[in-house]
């Protein structure tokens, strides 16, 4: 059984930062991929990033790409996820996801809700206009 805990979210205005971290439990995060979700009401969970077990291997959805950066720690069983330049169409809760058994990269799962084992409770992000 894993835990994950997000922490992180609030209001900012746009353009302004925020870091999300997502805190696992189990002696095994090192062997976990992590994904980086939102939702927004009345739509799709959608993807919107994800770092592989040693953290070399990262993704990214395209309206993300170049304002967002996942990163792991390991040693503290936390990933991040830093939040450049926001803007009021990112504002979702955001959810981390852990899969937990082993595969390889794959552009055709990591981005698929459906793959990932656990999930956290989520995290409010809120951006102004």
């Known amino acids: 059984q894993v835990q994950l805990a997000e922490s992180g979210g609030g209001l900012v205005q746009a353009g302004g930062s925020l870091r999300l971290s997502c805190a696992a439990s189990?002696?095994?995060?090192?062997?976990?991929?992590m994904g980086w979700f939102r939702q927004t009401p009345g739509k799709e969970r959608e993807f919107v990033a994800v770092?592989?077990?040693?953290?070399?291997?990262?993704s990214y959805a395209d309206s993300v790409k170049g304002r967002f950066t996942i990163s792991r720690d390991n040693a503290k069983n936390t990933v991040y996820l830093q939040m450049n330049s926001l803007n009021p169409e990112d504002t979702a809760v955001y959810y981390c996801?852990?899969?937990?058994?082993?595969?390889?990269?794959?552009?055709?799962?990591?981005?698929?809700?459906?793959?990932?084992?656990?999930w956290g409770q989520g995290t409010q992000v809120t951006v102004s206009s």
């Open positions: 770092i592989m077990r040693s953290g070399s291997i990262t």
């Open positions: 189990g002696r095994t995060f090192s062997n976990y991929a």
């Open positions: 996801a852990a899969e937990v058994s082993i595969r390889a990269y794959g552009s055709s799962w990591v981005s698929n809700q459906n793959e990932y084992d656990y």
